[in-house]
C-alpha cells in the first residue's frame, strides 16, 4: 500500500500560506530567527505558558509545608539568576576569570546552596517542577514546530496531548544532563573524601588528583553543551518524535560541530527576545496605566485602591499583564529554541527545515511507517 504523508496531526488543521518576504530569503537559514518573537505570540502558546507557570509556583508553594519563608520556586529562582546574571554579565564583558568563576558558580555552589537550604525541596519538589516544565515547554515547541516548518496550526490541545504522551522524554532530556552534571561533582567531592582526607592514604589520594581533574573537565564541557544547547532539548524530542538520549546526543552533536553558528544564533536570539519583551513589557504597561488615569476622570481615587472586594479583585486583575509578559517570555524561550534547532540541524545535517516527525513516520525518523488509516484499519 502506498503511504500518504501524514498531517502535522492527525485532527483536521489550518495551513498557513506563505507570501512576500518569505519568498525571498527561502535559500537563507538565519532570518528563520526574525519569526520567534511572532511566533511566540500564538494565542496558544501564551497559554500554555501561563498554565506552565502557575503550574511551577504551584509546585514550588508546596515546600511551605515542611519550611518556613520563601518557597522552593523562590529560592530555585533567586539563586540560579544570581548566578546566571553573574556569567552573563562576563561573558558580556569578555571576562575569562569572571567566566570561569560564574561557570563554576553554576556547578558547584548552586547545587549546594540549593541542597543546604531544602533537601526535601530537591529531592521532592525539583523533579516536579522540572516535568511540568518539560511537559508544558514540549508543548510550545511542538506548536511552533508544526506552524514554523510545515505552515501548519494545531490548537494547544494537540499539542499538549503530544507533549504528554512523551513526558518522560521531555522530562529526561532535561534530567539526564543535570544528574551526569551532580553525579560527577559528588564523585568528586567524595572521591576526595576518601583519598585526601585520610591522613594514611591522602599520599596514594594525590597521586589520583588528575583523575579528579579529568572528571571536572568532563563536568565542565558537559555543561558548557548544556548552557548553550538546553533550549534545543525539548525541541529535538518535539521535531523528531525521539527519545531523550537520541535527543540529547543530537544537540551535544550540534553544538560541537556548529559551535560558532550556534553562538551568533543565540545572540541574534537574545538580541531579538530582548526586544519584543520590552515591547510587551510598555504595552501592557501602558494598558494597565490607561485605565488607571480613566478611571481616576470619572471616579474618586478610593473606589479603585481603597477597601473591599471590588478593591481586592481589581488588585488581582492588575497582575494579569505580569503573568502575560511572564507566559509570553516563556513561549518567546521554547519557540525560539525550537527555530534554533530547526535551522540548526538543517546547517549540520542538511536536512529540510520543513521536515518534523508527524504521525504515521517511525519515531526518531522521516521514514514512512504505517498511516494513521493502516493502525485502525488493524484495530491498533
Known amino acids: 500500500m502506498e503511504h500518504q504523508t501524514p498531517s502535522c496531526d492527525e485532527a483536521p488543521v489550518l495551513r498557513l500560506t506563505r507570501t512576500g518576504l518569505g519568498d525571498l530569503i527561502d535559500d537563507l537559514l538565519w532570518p528563520g530567527l526574525l519569526r520567534a518573537p511572532a511566533l511566540a505570540l500564538g494565542p496558544g502558546r501564551i497559554g500554555l505558558g501561563a498554565v506552565t507557570l502557575l503550574v511551577l509556583l504551584l509546585v514550588g508553594q508546596t515546600s511551605r509545608l515542611w519550611r518556613e519563608g520563601e518557597d522552593f520556586a523562590t529560592l530555585i529562582g533567586r539563586e540560579l539568576g544570581e548566578r546566571a546574571g553573574t556569567l552573563l554579565g562576563a561573558i558580556g564583558t569578555l571576562d575569562v576569570e569572571g567566566i570561569v568563576r560564574g561557570g563554576t558558580g553554576l556547578i558547584t555552589d548552586l547545587p ?117 544547547g538546553n533550549w534545543m532539548l525539548l525541541p529535538a524530542v518535539a521535531c523528531e518524535g525521539t527519545d531523550a538520549i537520541d535527543a540529547i546526543q543530537r544537540v551535544y552533536h550540534y553544538v560541537l560541530h556548529q559551535f560558532l553558528r550556534l553562538v551568533l544564533y543565540l545572540a541574534l536570539l537574545v538580541v531579538l527576545g530582548a526586544l519584543a519583551l520590552g ?91 504505517a498511516t494513521i488509516a493502516d493502525e485502525q484499519a488493524r484495530g491498533g
Open 112 to 228: 549546594g546552596e540549593v541542597w543546604r537550604a531544602d533537601p526535601v525541596g530537591v529531592l521532592v519538589v525539583l523533579p516536579l517542577m522540572l516535568l511540568a516544565w518539560a511537559v508544558g515547554g514540549g508543548a510550545i515547541a511542538r506548536s511552533c514546530a508544526c506552524e514554523f516548518a510545515q505552515r501548519v496550526s494545531i490548537g494547544w490541545p494537540r499539542s499538549l496531548a503530544f507533549s504528554l504522551a512523551r513526558w518522560a522524554a521531555l522530562a529526561m532530556a532535561i534530567m539526564v544532563p543535570i544528574v551526569f552534571i551532580v553525579s560527577l561533582v559528588l564523585g568528586i567531592a567524595v572521591a576526595g573524601l576518601v583519598l585526601l582526607g585520610i591522613p594514611v592514604v591522602s599520599v596514594v589520594g594525590a597521586l589520583f588528583y588528575p583523575a579528579l581533574l579529568a572528571c571536572a573537565l568532563v563536568a565542565g564541557v558537559t555543561l558548557f553543551g548544556f548552557v548553550l
Open 279 to 369: 515591547v510587551a513589557a510598555v504595552l501592557l504597561h501602558a494598558s494597565d496605566a490607561i485605565v488607571v488615569h480613566a478611571l481616576a476622570w470619572v471616579l474618586p481615587a478610593e473606589r479603585v485602591t481603597g477597601e473591599g472586594i471590588q478593591t481586592d479583585l481589581i488588585a488581582t486583575w492588575r497582575k494579569l499583564p505580569a503573568l502575560l509578559l511572564s507566559a509570553y517570555a516563556l513561549s518567546l524561550v521554547h519557540c525560539s529554541g525550537t527555530v534554533l534547532y530547526l535551522l540548526i540541524r538543517a546547517a549540520n545535517d542538511g536536512q529540510e527545515v520543513g521536515e518534523v516527525w508527524m504521525p504515521g513516520l517511525v519515531e526518531g525518523t522521516q521514514a514512512a511507517g
